[in-house]
Antibody, heavy 120, light 106 residues
């Protein structure tokens, strides 16, 4: 059974970099070319927002609205993928989820989510 | 980017009612459209993929249809446990979500 778990600081100061890690267990992060790995967030009182995705362990795609501040990378030896979001503001306060997706067929496995608050 | 317009933003219906949500894509996305259920404090749950295919373990009262730019999601016989926000999400391009539809019991 594939399991995803987010980890990282729950509080980040404005203008600093938000860093989160998603640890994948029960399966390999690099064992299939048809899966992608994604970060999604939900700001308080708002809907789900796709942040970015990682395909084939190397190809990354980012939400246009965040593109200049986002980096997603992978550490296959640790079965982890990570999110870095720079120059954060209060608008980046959200629950952040990591998820596995199957190309064309949606995201079928999600982490529990982690709340990140941007505040001084 | 392909944009998704989901409607209505919210709805209120009685137990046993049929509920329908629509999702319109700005470009042809074939059948690359998925639907999720998200309850407060819970993890989003994939219900429908490929516009009409029911994810394993999902009750058959949930269904989806459509192709191209126009899609619908239906709950036949709304149940109290169906109270949630439902999102469409396209997987033809980068996986953007629609704005969501909050479903409440009347």
């Amino acid at each position: 059974q594939l399991h995803l778990q987010e980890s990282g600081p729950g509080l980040v100061k404005p203008s600093e970099t938000l860093s989160l890690t998603c640890t994948v267990s029960g399966g390999s992060i690099s064992d299939s070319k048809t899966y992608f790995w994604a970060w999604i967030r939900q700001p308080p009182g708002q809907g789900l927002e796709w942040v970015g995705s990682l395909y084939y362990s190397t190809n990354t795609y980012y939400n246009t609205s965040l593109k200049s501040r986002v980096t997603i990378s992978t550490d296959t030896s640790q079965s982890q993928f990570s999110l870095k979001l720079s120059s954060v503001t209060a608008a980046d306060t959200a629950v952040y989820f990591c998820a596995r997706g199957l190309q064309y067929d949606g995201m079928d496995v999600w982490g529990q989510g982690t709340t990140v608050t941007v505040s001084s | 980017d392909i944009q998704l317009t989901q409607s209505p933003p919210s709805l209120s219906a009685s137990v046993g009612d049929r509920v329908t949500i629509t999702c319109h894509a700005s470009h042809d996305i074939k059948n690359h459209l998925n639907w999720y259920q998200h309850k407060p404090g819970r993890v989003p749950l994939l219900l429908i993929y490929g516009a009409s295919y029911l994810e394993s373990g999902v009750p058959p009262r949930f269904s989806g249809r459509g192709s191209g730019t126009s899609f619908t999601f239906t709950i036949n016989s709304l149940q109290p446990e169906d109270i949630a926000t439902y999102y469409c999400q396209q997987s033809d391009d980068v996986p953007l979500f629609g704005g969501g539809t909050k479903v409440e019991i009347k």
